[in-house]
């Protein structure tokens, strides 16, 4: 699981949805989130290393939440590669399908896009 400390900037209801902008690591998030939900200011960003999707870094994603990043090591598994790169201070990591991975050409220090959807991020505070 991938988890980074943010700060809420923005909540806005729209029906039973609350669209929340949060800052973490210098850089803006979009989040949908179920009414009712009470949120602190600060709250922890959560993430499946499955749900991280990889591009060029020359590609047009249609996404809210697209950051650029480079490799920092990887560790090849017959089906997946764990991929590990650096948003500000932290460590995150995606798990790849080792045939995209290999297609791609996939190394260390490459640098790359990559995104999460606004749905797959789960927003906790430290009272839950």
Partial sequence: M?????TI??????GELLYVQARAADSMFAILALT???LPQKVHLLF???????AHKDSALLSPN???ASVQSIIKGELFWQVA???GAHSLVALVLAENAKAQNLESQTEFLWSIKPTEITLQSDDT
Avoid: Q, R, S
């Fill in 2 to 6: 991938n988890i980074l400390d943010a």
């Fill in 9 to 14: 900037e923005t909540i806005v209801p729209h």
């Fill in 36 to 38: 009712p939900l009470e």
């Fill in 48 to 54: 499946k290393e499955t749900d991280i999707l990889l």
């Fill in 66 to 68: 697209v950051y650029a």
């Fill in 85 to 87: 790169f650096g948003f």
